[in-house]
DNA sequence: GACGAAAGCTTGTATATACAGGGGTGCTCC
DNA sequence: GGAGCACCCCTGTATATACAAGCTTTCGTC
């Protein structure tokens, strides 16, 4: 069945905004112009604004407009936050690839349980590490099951963002995800990775992302050092 | 100004929902009948119906009705996963409160920058422990700046429940919450709480809850033993 | 020139109406 | 008795219209 009206209008702004054809604090048509350039009726107009909206893609002003506004509402995406005696001070964020995006099997006894669809396919995975003020903070192993990323591993990631990589090239958006989070005592593994003393306690986080692909997640471990900043989101 | 009108009818289903008078499961009115019984246009009925969707109070169903369903939808709020060996056994689980609500100046250097109106309201706190198949799992002290909360600590907690206890009695709905989240290692006051050894990892959150009254916040600091579960949200 | 009112844009709320399509009930026909 | 169909109630989508109210610009008056 054909999609909705307002889920097309929806769709088509969303996608301009992610390409960059709207920039951050760009203003949208107005709801009278956008409902005279597609021909639909301005609530049907009001209807896919409003999910943009819920979705923080964009930020409605009564008596001026819709203002594109980059920032996600509230997704969750992991931040760092200073911590106590660094409040205020300024940061220098990096992130390095530790290991670049390889197509292979899935690990044994994967941390969340795969459909089969999944198991058959083998998954993408890379390895990356997060850096604040030249100490590394944060490691993200991230894995995909090997469908619908076509020439994952061909590109480097778009923006250096994962998401916006999977929303741009691959059409594939980030809803929501599902998270475990664990408090571990770092390994030597990870304690050379993240070049800290072993025992360190490091927060564990499980992640399953949702797509709007159904049944398409990705998945993420991660493991952050929270000596000197806090995670937030 | 006077609330919109559909504003009015979700602030009413909404509290008619929490009081217990539509229980989990039952079918609200029809948009129709409601639109008839408030004299207002089933758009507008349905918008309201909307936020309530939006926000898990109720699922929509179409060709069915509007299904309430207590579940609040991904508020965050903590729940405990299982870990590898005990994945789908049953659990009991229990909350102690381990100091009762009582009214109290803040802490010095409390976690969260407070407000002055905050500062010199003085806050009610408690502490609990949740309990998981009788083992400690969980520390929550909890702050509530004393205002808007006549009476809080004369009566035990509504249902067991905070969340539920401000709103039935104090009209105060948690809509969102910031949180910090470090791995520490547990000092003795906490070992002891917890029942567990010194040196073992925790996760610690501290959480600020946003309300449904501008600029009251409800604080939490938060220690988890997860080294048999996991914390979900 | 400075200030203020008015005009003209915007989004927000509300209504009435229409039709599409899913869910459930019950009836008819076999 | 059972399968299938018709009907009714429900939510989903879409439109046209109206007015309220916030922001910006323009214009006119002092």
Same mark, same amino acid.
């Given at each position: 069945?054909?999609?909705?009206?307002? !889920?097309?209008?929806?769709?088509?702004?969303?996608?301009?905004?992610?390409?960059?054809?709207?920039?951050?604090?760009?203003?949208? %048509?107005?709801?009278?112009?956008?409902?005279?350039?597609?021909?639909?009726?301005?609530?049907?107009?009001?209807?896919?604004?409003?999910?943009?909206?819920?979705?923080?893609?964009? &930020?409605?002003?009564?008596?001026?407009?819709?203002?594109?506004?980059?920032? &996600?509402?509230?997704?969750?995406?992991?931040?760092?936050?200073?911590?106590?005696?660094?409040?205020?001070?300024?940061?220098?964020?990096?992130?390095?690839?530790?290991?670049?995006?390889?197509?292979?099997?899935?690990?044994?006894?994967?941390?969340? =349980?795969?459909?089969?669809?999944? !198991?058959?396919?083998?998954?993408?995975?890379?390895?990356?590490? *997060?850096?604040?003020?030249?100490?590394?903070?944060?490691?993200?192993?991230?894995?995909? %099951?090997?469908?619908?990323?076509?020439?994952?591993?061909?590109?480097?990631?778009?923006?250096?963002?994962?998401?916006?990589?999977?929303?741009?090239?691959?059409?594939?958006?980030?809803?929501?995800?599902? =998270?475990?989070? *664990?408090?571990?005592?770092?390994?030597?593994?990870?304690?050379? *990775?993240?070049?800290?003393?072993?025992?360190?306690?490091?927060?564990?986080?499980?992640?399953?992302?949702?797509?709007?692909?159904?049944?398409?997640?990705?998945?993420?471990?991660?493991?952050?050092?929270?000596?000197?900043?806090?995670?937030?989101?």
């Amino acid at each position: 069945m054909e999609p909705a009206h307002y !889920q097309k209008l929806y769709a088509l702004l969303k996608s301009q905004i992610q390409v960059g054809n709207y920039k951050e604090g760009d203003l949208l %048509p107005s709801e009278n112009h956008l409902s005279a350039t597609y021909k639909i009726a301005r609530m049907t107009v009001r209807r896919a604004l409003q999910e943009l909206a819920d979705e923080g893609y964009i &930020r409605k002003i009564k008596g001026k407009g819709s203002i594109v506004s980059t920032a &996600r509402k509230s997704l969750g995406i992991l931040s760092f936050k200073g911590f106590s005696e660094v409040v205020g001070a300024e940061y220098e964020a990096r992130t390095e690839m530790l290991r670049p995006p390889r197509a292979q099997p899935w690990p044994e006894r994967f941390f969340y =349980q795969l459909t089969e669809a999944e !198991q058959r396919a083998g998954c993408v995975t890379f390895e990356r590490v *997060r850096l604040v003020d030249q100490d590394p903070v944060l490691l993200e192993c991230s894995y995909l %099951p090997n469908l619908h990323i076509k020439d994952f591993c061909k590109n480097p990631l778009f923006n250096g963002s994962l998401f916006k990589t999977l929303a741009v090239r691959h059409c594939v958006d980030i809803l929501s995800f599902e =998270q475990d989070i *664990r408090a571990v005592l770092a390994d030597e593994t990870i304690a050379e *990775r993240l070049k800290l003393k072993a025992m360190t306690p490091l927060v564990q986080i499980y992640r399953r992302y949702h797509t709007s692909i159904p049944d398409y997640f990705v998945y993420s471990l991660i493991y952050c050092n929270t000596e000197k900043y806090t995670i937030s989101n």
